[in-house]
């Protein structure tokens, strides 16, 4: 039976702290651990969206580390495979407002149809023009898009098959398949969350 794994992406843009947060669902029954499993999630995603996801950064944006464990099951523990100094955004320009940022949205085809969001931090002010992404930046997204909707073969335990799902909790726990990434057109805003005082 397929599980599911958080794959969490940690960045450090111009100092400040951001995270993304991904699900793949895949079977893992021929990995010794779960935490080999995650690991092998881990390299997988790096070696085939590290790339893409490096041209839809800024260069004021690193790549910290990746981190993934299982979630659909108890008894999951994080592997974590941590950046290089290389891992850094290839768009050049001077940092933008950091309430704003590009957007990708995951679509799947459940039934009432779900929807996932994917923040990008750190957009350049070279990238955008009157809250539109110019058509070179579009074109990197859109790159970076169709590669978060590939399914990921993983290395070891037999090399299943990782698809990226959007993981619900209500009205019930379930992986539902990602069908197509798109990412938008122009900047979107991202709110804190409101925690009471």
Known sequence: MPHTYR?????NTAGQFAQNVLHY???DGAFATTVAAAA????AFSTHCTGPLKDALSLHTQILSYK??????HGGFEAVKLGVAGDVGNRAGDLSASGLAPL???ITNGV???SGRMFLPGVSDDDCDDSFLTAAFFTDL???ANVLDDPITLVGGGAPLATPVLFTHQP??????ITVAVPATFLATQRRRQRPA
């Not at 794959?7 to 960045?11: A, D, E, G, K």
């Not at 019930?172 to 398949?177: A, E, F, L």
Request: no cysteine; proline share 9%.
């Open 172 to 177: 019930i726990i379930d992986s539902i398949p």
């Open 142 to 144: 859109q790159d970076l």
């Open 68 to 73: 993934s464990r299982l979630v659909s099951a």
């Open 112 to 114: 009432p149809p779900k």
């Open 40 to 43: 092998a999630l881990n390299n």
């Open 104 to 106: 990708i949205r995951f």
């Open 7 to 11: 794959l969490t992406i940690s960045y």
């Open 25 to 27: 669902s895949f079977e």
